[in-house]
């Protein structure tokens, strides 16, 4: 199991950036890909951006060009995997909690969410 833990959110104005991140831990020997999904109040749970164990990545059309995705990789004595979302010319829309996920051998592992909160 692979345990996820995310910092970085808040609220910020129209026009601004911020940049999420996503400590994962545990059996992150496992992890295929680790992604970024987002549930606005009252919506479904949808995915923002995802990368692959080989750097490959995917976005959602309301994303591209303004998010981007990245890994970091670090061996230390417990295995430590980053991921990060820096996200630029945000919108009200983009208000939701954002949730990291990590595609293992098992299943998808969840972080508990942070709120980003963009003010018009």
């Known amino acids: 199991q692979v345990q996820l833990v995310e910092s970085g959110g808040g609220l910020v104005q129209a026009g601004g950036s911020l940049k999420l991140s996503c400590a994962a831990s545990g059996s992150t020997f496992s992890i295929n890909a680790m992604g970024w999904y987002r549930q606005a109040a009252g919506k479904q749970r949808e995915l923002v951006a995802t990368?692959?164990?080989?750097?490959?990545?995917?976005?959602?059309?309301?994303v591209k060009g303004r998010f981007t995705i990245s890994r970091d990789n670090a061996k230390n004595a417990v295995y430590l995997q980053m991921t990060s979302l820096q996200m630029t010319s945000l919108k009200p829309e983009d208000t939701a909690i954002y949730y990291c996920?990590?595609?293992?051998?098992?299943?998808?592992?969840w972080g508990q969410g942070t709120q980003v909160t963009v003010s018009s």
């Open positions: 996920n990590a595609d293992t051998y098992w299943g998808n592992d």
């Open positions: 990368i692959s164990r080989s750097g490959a990545t995917n976005y959602a059309d309301s």
